[in-house]
């Protein structure tokens, strides 16, 4: 698959690496794939980001995403759901940090090596195909990785969608005649 990566898709791909390694993850995941989109400049997924989530945003946008982190990776949806289980999540995250420090559920284990990538990171991935495929387009570029994000669920999906990026979003950006 990865033979019909674009260069700018392939440079996705290796940012992420690099971002789950300098945060001592012990997997590549979306939220590494969505933070290398962001470093991007002069790709056609990093011209429909700065439109629809201009610099000034990105900021809430890593901070949701951070906040997620701090949450074990549960999405509001899944936070809601324990809720109505009877499972405050955010008294559970309160009393872990209290006795192992902030940021304990979103620690990630230090390791050197290559990064295997998370189910969900390849799940982005394989989707980026399938986009690609539906789009009738013979190669897999940077803005297939981001409509792929915008669809995969989660948290990244719900950040990126609380931020005015989703599927539909990103799609008419796509299609839309270029400004001159």
């Known amino acids: ?51 629809l989530c201009p610099a000034e945003r990105r900021p809430a946008l890593v901070a949701a995403l951070g906040e997620a982190r701090r949450r074990a990776g549960l999405s509001r949806a899944d936070s809601e759901a324990l809720a109505e289980l009877g ?34 990171a390849k799940t982005v991935l394989e989707k980026s195909l399938r986009v690609a495929l539906a789009r009738k387009d013979r190669e897999i570029g940077d803005e297939h990785l981001l409509l792929a994000l915008t669809t995969t669920g989660g948290v990244v999906t719900e950040a990126l969608a609380d931020h005015g990026v989703t599927y539909g979003a990103v799609d008419a950006a796509l299609t839309a005649p270029s400004p001159l």
């Open 1 to 51: 698959m990865f033979e019909r990566f674009t260069k700018a898709a392939r440079s996705v791909v290796k940012g992420a690496a690099e971002h789950a390694e300098r945060s001592g993850a012990e997997a590549v995941t979306a939220e590494h794939l969505l933070l290398a989109l962001l470093d991007r400049e002069d790709t056609r997924a990093a011209a429909v980001l700065g439109r």
């Open 87 to 120: 499972i405050d999540v955010g008294a559970i995250v309160a009393r872990v940090e209290e006795t192992h420090g902030a940021g304990a559920l979103s620690a990630g284990r230090a390791r050197s090596g290559r990064r295997t990538f998370s189910r969900e």
